[in-house]
């Protein structure tokens, strides 16, 4: 089955740091674009980076720039978005999501189509 599965949801504290993974099922990620969204309650879905699988380029929100930080692992069928310093403000549920059509992240990263979505992981950041 060709999806994607997320991983490492879950609640922190402020200042601490969470890891989430982003797991190809069914196929690999070799020429995809992968971009993490997120989406608070009564917020619109938020862009918050995006990884070029072959070539290895980021780009990031500002929002958490300094922060997050997106990476894939040797084998290219896993996707992290490693998440310092989080606050309340960071509380949402994350998603991952495989372009393959422009697969680079150039401008309009975060309004393209999308092949796969993941199932989203909720990020709690709470005293």
């Known amino acids: 089955q060709v999806q994607l599965v997320e991983s490492g949801g879950g609640l922190v504290q402020p200042g601490e740091s969470l890891r989430l993974a982003c797991a190809a099922s069914?196929?690999?990620?070799?020429?995809?674009?992968i971009v993490w969204f997120r989406q608070a309650p009564g917020k619109e879905r938020e862009g918050v980076s995006c990884?070029?699988?072959?070539?290895?380029?980021?780009d990031y929100a500002d929002s958490v720039k300094g922060r997050f930080t997106t990476s894939t692992n040797n084998a290219k069928d896993t996707v992290y978005l490693q998440m310092n310093s989080l606050n309340p403000e960071d509380t949402a549920v994350y998603y991952c999501?495989?372009?393959?059509?422009?697969?680079?992240?150039?401008?309009?990263?975060?309004?393209?189509?999308?092949?796969?979505w993941g199932q989203g992981a909720q990020v709690t950041v709470s005293s």
């Open positions: 069914g196929f690999t990620l070799d020429y995809y674009a």
């Open positions: 990884i070029s699988i072959i070539g290895g380029s980021t």
């Open positions: 999501a495989a372009d393959v059509r422009v697969g680079t992240c150039g401008w309009g990263w975060t309004i393209r189509t999308f092949d796969y």
